[in-house]
T-cell receptor, first 109, second 117 residues
């Protein structure tokens, strides 16, 4: 049973069209929720860590929020260079990351 | 962000040979590193947790005698794929855990593409 579920699997946006990616989790005792960006053939690039419900973090056009059941990655006025796969992961009892399957984002000019 | 390197970035080998992949944290010390495997269009799957100075902890279904892990220092972990076969072809990625200023974060290397002929 999946502990981390990301939706949608794929998302196509026009440049400037804001949207949100979802990450829902079912683990108890969450230690941290992580967002990464991964470009094809490369390792994941760290974006954010969220530790408690109500927490929010921002970086350029990205904003991550966390509730007790899910996290959202909001993308404001995206640009083509934001195209990538966005991965959500959680840690609970240990320190290893449990990844969702990712959302593949394509931003067209 | 912290920097983690991997070497080599790409390797092609014949079936039956062994391949060693290095993972280094360049600007911080990491008592814990992790090794993941990623198949095309799939997410990262944890293989093992590598702790400096002690034996690695392997995930269920991962053969410890096939995937040898050594974490000899606070900045270096190695993964050796022994007697590699075509089904071992994959993208191997390491991460290093950094504890600093109340934050517990993991930073990933750029990955190693292994192709076994």
């Amino acid at each position: 049973e999946d502990q981390v579920t990301q939706s949608p699997e794929a998302l196509r946006l026009q440049e400037g069209e804001s949207s949100s990616l979802n990450c829902s989790y079912t683990v108890s005792g969450l230690r941290g929720l992580f967002w990464y960006r991964q470009d094809p053939g490369k390792g994941p690039e760290f974006l954010f860590t969220l530790y408690s419900a109500g927490e929010e973090k921002e970086k350029e056009r990205l904003k991550a929020t966390l509730t007790k059941k899910e996290s959202f990655l909001h993308i404001t006025a995206p640009k083509p260079e934001d195209s990538a796969t966005y991965l959500c992961a959680v840690t609970y009892s240990g320190y290893a990351l449990n990844f969702g399957k990712g959302t593949s984002l394509l931003v067209t000019p | 962000g912290a920097v983690v390197s991997q070497h080599p970035s790409r390797v092609i080998c014949k079936s039956g040979t062994s391949v060693k992949i290095e993972c280094r944290s360049l600007d911080f010390q990491a008592t814990t590193m992790f090794w993941y495997r990623q198949f095309p269009k799939q997410s990262l799957m944890l293989m093992a947790t590598s702790n400096e100075g002690s034996k690695a902890t392997y995930e269920q279904g991962v053969e410890k005698d096939k995937f040898l892990i050594n974490h000899a220092s606070l900045t270096l972990s190695t993964l050796t794929v022994t007697s590699a076969h075509p089904e071992d072809s994959s993208f191997y990625i390491c991460s290093a855990r950094r504890l600093a200023q109340g934050r517990d974060e993991q930073f990933f290397g750029p990955g190693t593409r292994l192709t076994v002929l």
